[in-house]
């Protein structure tokens, strides 16, 4: 259960990311929700995964997953650059 929580918590980083990309955009209120939200979902799993994946390997795939599905969701929704 612990891989679960730590890719959901890793989700729940992007979520939070985009909502600093919403808040940029202009929608200050929504994003702000937004990102607290997703922070305290992914800040609240990744400690429930720690308590069996040690925290190198946790801190890791969850970093992980946070960076790679910000790019892709900026790339994709919001026109980033694919360089």
Request: glycine share 14%.
């Amino acid at each position: 259960m612990s891989w679960v929580f730590l890719i959901i918590a890793g989700i729940c980083e992007i979520v939070g990311v985009n909502g600093m990309q919403i808040m940029a955009k202009g929608q200050k209120l929504k994003g702000f929700f937004i990102i607290l939200i997703g922070f305290i979902l992914s800040f609240t799993l990744l400690s429930l995964a720690m308590k069996t994946i040690p925290l190198g390997v946790a801190y890791a795939v969850w970093t992980g997953i946070g960076t790679v599905g910000s790019a892709i969701v900026g790339m994709l929704f919001y026109g980033e650059s694919k360089r």
